[in-house]
Structure formats: C-alpha cells, structure tokens
C-alpha cells in the first residue's frame, strides 16, 4: 500500500509556472512508477506525465511536452511536476497515481493502483 498526498495546486496567470508536489508514504517509493493526470470539468481523465521508477525516464503526454517536467527524488518519496508556460486550457484539478514498476503502460490510467485526492490548478487568461 502507499499513500499519496499532492500540494501545490493554485490560481496563476497564463504564461506563469507553478510546482506541484507528491508525497508518498508506506511501500518502499522505489518500486514504483509514478504518473501524473489532470481531469478538467466535463472532460475524461487525461494522462499527463510519467517517471519510472528509478526517475531515469520520463513520458509526457503531447499537449504539455515541452512545458512539463517531472522529476522524483526517492530517498524523500517525492515526486514534482513542474508547470511552466501555463495556458487556460491547463486548469483542471491534478492527480498523482502510482503503479507496482513494470516500466510499461504508463500512459494508461487504469495501470495505476493508487491515487491522490487532487489538486485544483487554475490558469487565468
């Protein structure tokens, strides 16, 4: 089992940056892989980023590449999205999820085991 806790989440301007924060606690946080989602109101799910487990490699789904970037640090059961260039189109409320590591499907929601309550980003035009 593993527990997951996001913060970071808050109002900024198009063209801002904000980083939100995932902590984990139980199972050691190396074995897993862990993924980012966002859901917007009305809209289905949408997979954003991932890192495996050993943080060597990353994924971006294709309306944040270029803008995103996820990082994890292990030894602190942390893992971060950065946001930068932020548009309105980005608002939606932040997931983390994390999956048993296989390196596969990471793009893919129900791969993932676990999930954090949220957390609302709001991008103003």
């Known amino acids: 089992q593993v527990q997951l806790v996001e913060s970071g989440g808050g109002l900024v301007q198009a063209g801002g940056s904000l980083r939100l924060s995932c902590a984990a606690s139980?199972?050691?946080?190396?074995?897993?892989?862990m993924g980012w989602f966002r859901q917007a109101p009305g809209k289905e799910r949408e997979f954003v980023g991932a890192?495996?487990?050993?943080?060597?490699?990353?994924y971006y789904g294709d309306s944040v590449k270029g803008r995103f970037s996820i990082s994890r640090v292990n030894a602190k059961k942390l893992v971060y999205l950065q946001m930068n260039s932020l548009k309105p189109e980005d608002t939606a409320v932040y997931y983390c999820?994390?999956?048993?590591?296989?390196?596969?499907?990471?793009?893919?929601?129900?791969?993932?085991?676990?999930w954090g309550q949220g957390t609302q980003v709001t991008v103003s035009s």
């Open positions: 890192t495996l487990w050993s943080g060597g490699s990353t």
């Open positions: 999820a994390a999956k048993v590591r296989d390196g596969s499907n990471w793009g893919l929601e129900r791969s993932y085991n676990y």
């Open positions: 139980g199972r050691p946080f190396s074995s897993y892989d």
